[in-house]
């Protein structure tokens, strides 16, 4: 696990977007595992700059998104497809034939998990999956638990995810109970990973699942296990990360490594 230190939100977007960015240059047909939520919007804004200043093309990239809601049409504008559209697919090349999504209003939830699995399979698994991460430590929409949730799976929301994301809608009562998200499996089967997190509500759970135990209590924390993760998290994400686990001082930006599963850093530095 590989943490980067971010001055801020726009550095971190840079940085995340670079990344994405190369993964879409040296692999055109990548498969990319895309994400809502606030956090990735700076990415998607800096990738159309670059998209529009004829520096990427996605005519051959395929896009994988890791959840949506239940019973919210793909045109209303809180749904995870119309977040999409807007944030990002209707300002580049991408083919709308190679864009996916779960579709939260099948008449067959079960059926539709089943289908969205079989299909990331058929593309050959993800190249790089993008991760924001929920207050209590979510990714996608997979909700702390007794267990991973290993397929995609209808979830139904934790109190503190509704509350969350109550600033999307008018009221509370408007946020969906109810979501499908991919599981772990497709996630942790990413070739790479990318994470990023911003801001101080989200210390708590980076520190959980960057140092914690690998539990499904922290799904994050599920990420350990995984040979290829990069973090990008700014100054107050990091604020629960000790100064012993920052090779250089956050203002020199800092990448630091986490053994899977252990507190021992083995660092390495990096500008
Ligand atoms: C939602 C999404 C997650 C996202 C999380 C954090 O619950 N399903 O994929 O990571 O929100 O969102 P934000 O980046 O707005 O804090």
Redesign the pocket.
């Known amino acids: 696990m590989k943490i980067i230190h971010a001055k801020d939100y726009n550095d971190l977007s840079r940085k995340a977007a670079n990344i994405i960015s190369a993964q879409v240059i040296l692999k055109p047909e990548s498969v990319l595992g895309l994400?809502?939520?606030?956090?990735?919007l700076g990415i998607y804004r800096q990738l159309i700059i670059w998209y529009e200043k004829g520096d990427l093309d996605f005519s051959a990239t395929t896009a994988v998104n890791?959840?949506e809601y239940c019973n919210l049409p793909p045109d209303n504008p809180q749904s995870y497809h119309a977040f999409m559209r807007q944030n990002f697919f209707d300002h580049i090349n991408i083919n709308p034939a190679r864009v996916h999504i779960p579709n939260g209003m099948a008449s067959d939830l079960e059926t539709e998990c089943r289908r969205y699995d079989q299909l990331i399979q058929s593309l050959g698994g993800i190249d790089l999956q993008l991760?924001?991460?929920?207050r209590n430590a979510?990714?996608?929409?997979n909700e702390p638990d007794s267990c991973f949730s290993k397929y995609t799976h209808k979830v139904a929301l934790s109190e503190s995810?509704i509350a969350?994301?109550t600033r999307f809608f008018d009221r509370e009562e408007d946020v969906p109970r109810q979501a499908i998200s991919m599981g772990m499996q497709a996630i942790t089967q990413a070739r790479k990973i990318l994470l990023i997190a911003s801001g101080p509500d989200?210390a708590d759970a980076l520190y959980a699942c960057c140092f914690g135990p690998v539990t499904p209590q922290v799904p994050a924390s599920i990420l350990q296990l995984h040979q290829d993760v990069t973090i990008i998290a700014d100054e107050e994400s990091l604020s629960s990360v000790p100064p012993m686990f920052l090779f250089l001082p956050p203002s020199e930006g800092a990448v630091v490594c986490v053994n899977a599963g252990t507190d021992q850093k083995v660092t390495e530095g990096m500008r």
Do not use: E, R, V, Y
């Not at 979510?138 to 929409?141: A, N, P, T, Y």
């Open positions: 994400a809502t939520g606030s956090s990735p890791l959840d991760l924001g991460i929920g979510h990714i996608g929409f995810t969350a994301n989200k």
